[in-house]
C-alpha cells in the first residue's frame, strides 16, 4: 500500500514560524515534523510514500529528497502556489498513487499510531481513525456504530485524526481543483460505505507554536521520537 503525506497547508496559525519555512519541516526533537511521520511510516511498511507541496514546497522536496536515506521512495505532487485542499490535493496526486487503496497522513500530526495495522484493513470507500476530542475541537467530528460504522450523529463523536485509508472510487466523480475532503466523506458515509476505528493512544494536532512547543516538551520527557 502506498501512502501519501498531506504537506500544502500554509499554516497559518504558525506564523510567523511558517513565513519562511513550510510547516512540515518545522523541528521538533532535533528534526522535522515530516521526518517523523517518514520514519514511522518506514517502519511499519509504508515505503512508497507520495507528499503534496505548496507554500515553500521546494524546500520539502530539497529537505527531504528521492528517501534513499528514509529507506523510502518518495514522489512528490506539486500544486504551485495555490494549496489544492486535502480532497483537491489527493486528486491532483491520483496519477502517483495508482488504482489501489492508499493510506493518507496529514502533515502536522504527532501520534504513536501502530501504521502496520492498516495493511490489513478491509476498505470499502474510506476507513477513518478517530481519536477522543482536544480541547480545541470539543465538538468532534464523527461516531462509530456497533459495527465500525462511521457515522455523523452517534450518541458519541470523535475527532478525525488525520489519519485514513481512502479507495479512489471516493474522488471519482470530483473535477480536479481546489475541493474540500469532509464533504465527499459525508456523502459516503450516508452510504454506510465508510468504516472506522478509535484510536487512544498518543495523538497530536501540531497547529499552532504552544502545541510545537509542548511536543518538543513530550518527546524530551518521553524520548519517544520516531
Known amino acids: 500500500m502506498k501512502a501519501m503525506i498531506l504537506a500544502a497547508g500554509r499554516g497559518e496559525r504558525m506564523r510567523p514560524l511558517t513565513d519562511h519555512t513550510p ?13 517523523h511521520t517518514i520514519a514511522q511510516l518506514v517502519g ?13 514546497g521546494a524546500q520539502i522536496e530539497a529537505a527531504l529528497g528521492v528517501g534513499e536515506r528514509y529507506g523510502a521512495r518518495i514522489q512528490y505532487s506539486s500544486e504551485g502556489a495555490q494549496a489544492l485542499e486535502t480532497a483537491g490535493g489527493i486528486i491532483n496526486a491520483l496519477p502517483l498513487l495508482g488504482d489501489d487503496p492508499f493510506l493518507v497522513v496529514n502533515g502536522d500530526i504527532a501520534t504513536d499510531f501502530p501504521f502496520e495495522t492498516l495493511h490489513r484493513v478491509p476498505v470499502d470507500l474510506a476507513h477513518l481513525i478517530l481519536v477522543d476530542n482536544p480541547e480545541h475541537h470539543t465538538q468532534g467530528d464523527f461516531g462509530l456504530d456497533d459495527e465500525g460504522g462511521v457515522i455523523e450523529n452517534g450518541k458519541e463523536t470523535f475527532t478525525f485524526s488525520g489519519i485514513g485509508i481512502y479507495d479512489p ?8 481543483g481546489v475541493s474540500k ?8 458515509i450516508g452510504l454506510q460505505r465508510v468504516s ?11 497547529g499552532t507554536p504552544e502545541r510545537l512547543a509542548t511536543l518538543d516538551l513530550y518527546y524530551s520527557q518521553t524520548g519517544a521520537t520516531s
Not at 511499519?44 to 515553500?56: C, D, K, M, P, S
Not at 472506522?196 to 501540531?206: C, E, L, N, T
Open 196 to 206: 472506522g476505528q478509535k484510536y487512544d493512544g498518543f495523538w497530536m494536532d501540531i
Open 181 to 188: 475532503l469532509g464533504p465527499l466523506l459525508r456523502r459516503a
Open 169 to 176: 472510487a471516493l474522488f471519482a466523480d470530483t473535477p480536479a
Open 44 to 56: 511499519a511498511g509504508f515505503t512508497e510514500i507520495v507528499i503534496n507541496h505548496a507554500h515553500l
Open 23 to 35: 510547516k512540515p519541516l518545522l523541528k521538533v526533537a532535533g528534526k522535522a515534523l515530516i521526518e
